[in-house]
């Protein structure tokens, strides 16, 4: 049985974990443009720690790709300029992190705060108006605990509005922060579509893939 017009049919990950066709932060539904996995390899053991879906309109960042046009997914995927341009470019975008291996929210809250100064740093962006927005933000995954099929939703709305965190696990009511700081939420999207330098190489691919297709049309 198919889903219904209003019902997103599910993307399967593996056994529990999925992730929905198109998700409606705000108006309009964004659809699933790419999805992958972060893990890690221990002798020759394959550890997934999360599900990460990518939700745009196409329509809205292709615009801002077309020196790219004809470029093959591989090319793409090798291109950090073009990922800048991806995450740069001015469109509603949602990034959905499923959790298939429990952590404590606050390990994961260290990785991203981590993450999120250093490249702040390089770039002699990392003020105090910074290292106080990425408090909050450790803060906020301080208390959680990420079991298995927890969801964290990361919220880039259009331009001029905060970024949006929001945490949901075991189908309790979502939890929410809202990040005013513009610098860090530009680089938070930037570790998960950040070409060579994103969590998630598979995601990366996935990505440069879908958005050849796009650029083709």
Do not use: C
């Not at 290292?131 to 995954?141: G, I, N, T």
């Not at 513009?182 to 440069?208: C, D, F, H, M």
Request: charged share 25%; no cysteine; aromatic share 8%.
């Amino acid at each position: 049985m198919g889903s219904t017009p209003n019902e997103p049919s599910l993307v399967v990950i593996e056994e529990d974990i999925t992730l929905p066709s198109q998700i409606t932060p705000s108006a309009k539904p964004l659809p699933l443009v790419a999805h992958g996995i972060t893990d890690i390899e221990i002798h020759f053991l394959q550890i997934k720690f999360t599900a990460i879906g990518v939700y745009f309109d196409p329509n809205d960042v292709v615009s801002a790709l077309q020196q790219w046009k004809g470029k093959s997914g591989k090319e793409l995927e090798e291109n950090d300029e073009f990922f800048e341009a991806v995450a740069s470019a001015p469109a509603e975008k949602l990034i959905r992190v499923v959790v298939i291996k429990e952590i404590k929210g606050s390990q994961y809250g260290v990785q991203l705060e981590s993450a999120v100064r250093d490249r702040l740093s390089e770039v002699d962006k990392y003020e105090d108006e910074e290292e106080s927005a990425l408090e909050k933000v450790a803060e906020f995954f301080q208390s959680k605990y990420f079991k298995k099929g927890s969801v964290v939703n990361f919220h880039f709305p259009v331009a001029g509005k905060p970024l949006e965190i929001g945490f949901t696990a075991e189908g309790k009511e979502e939890t929410r922060l809202a990040v005013e700081n513009r610098n860090v939420a530009e680089t938070i999207q930037k570790w998960y579509l950040g070409g060579s330098r994103g969590v998630s190489p598979t995601t990366i691919t996935a990505l440069a893939n879908s958005l050849s297709g796009h650029l083709g049309k």
